[in-house]
């Protein structure tokens, strides 16, 4: 049973550029969120996805967007890349309802130049 | 808004003794979840231990245990039988469910425990 997968795992972007993270959720589970872990934080919610839709979102600027597939699986897409943004982006799935664990993939290392 | 605060940045701990990490927040919410969640290097979180505020009995697995004051907004994660596998990032986290399941995380605690 394959748990959230994330790719790539280390990225190296410039300022200025866009950048795409890719998510597959663990198997059976329909609920994705991302958070951004900066070096030395805890991680800070960005957005979630359910059914293909942005049903919550965090305290992060319009730059930052994401998408669902009809599969489950996810993108975070930032553009205009800042320095900042170097971080940790880590995926979260679940299934939808509250109170459902989330279980968390490797995460994606972000640095840009 | 919900926070979260872990106000030991470090631990240590010597192999097979028993340590406790702290964690406060603060909520005007009566229903709610707590989580200690272990970050090590290899960067994956991983759920240790789950507490739901509507229950008095404190949550128990394995070695971990946690001691839950609800009044005080208390919220400690006790380590028993400390095995080298346990250092660790220890994050706090808090679930409101009538907000969503989105986690707020504490700024964590790099536990070290030592041979």
């Known amino acids: 049973d394959a748990g959230v997968t994330q790719s790539p795992t280390h990225l190296i972007k410039t300022r200025g550029q866009q950048v795409t993270l890719r998510c597959s959720p663990k198997?059976?589970?329909?609920?994705v969120s991302w958070y951004q872990q900066a070096l030395g934080q805890g991680p800070q919610f960005i957005f979630q996805?359910?059914?293909?839709?942005?049903?919550q979102r965090g305290n992060f600027p319009d730059r930052f967007s994401g998408h669902q597939f009809p599969n489950y699986s996810s993108e975070l897409n930032v553009n205009a890349l800042l320095l900042g943004d170097s971080a940790l982006y880590l995926c979260?799935?679940?299934?939808?309802?509250?109170?459902?664990?989330?279980?968390f993939g490797d995460g994606t290392r972000l640095s840009i130049l | 808004a919900q926070t979260v605060t872990q106000s030991q940045p470090e631990m240590s701990v010597q192999e097979a003794e028993t340590v406790t990490l702290s964690c406060t927040y603060d909520?005007?919410?009566?229903?709610?979840?707590l989580f200690w969640y272990k970050q090590p290097p290899s960067r994956q979180m991983i759920l240790v231990i789950r507490?739901?505020?509507?229950?008095?009995q404190n949550a128990t697995e394995n070695r971990f245990s946690v001691n839950f004051q609800k009044a005080a907004k208390s919220f400690s994660l006790k380590i028993s039988d400390s095995q080298l596998g346990d250092t660790a990032m220890y994050f706090c986290?808090?679930?409101?469910?009538?907000?969503?399941?989105?986690?707020?995380f504490g700024a964590g605690t790099i536990l070290r425990v030592k041979s």
């Open positions: 979260a799935s679940s299934l939808e309802g509250n109170n459902q664990p989330q279980h």
């Open positions: 198997s059976g589970h329909d609920t």
């Open positions: 996805y359910y059914e293909e839709e942005e049903r």
């Open positions: 909520t005007s919410e009566n229903n709610y979840y």
């Open positions: 507490q739901e505020a509507y229950k008095q």
């Open positions: 986290a808090f679930m409101n469910p009538g907000r969503g399941n989105k986690l707020v």
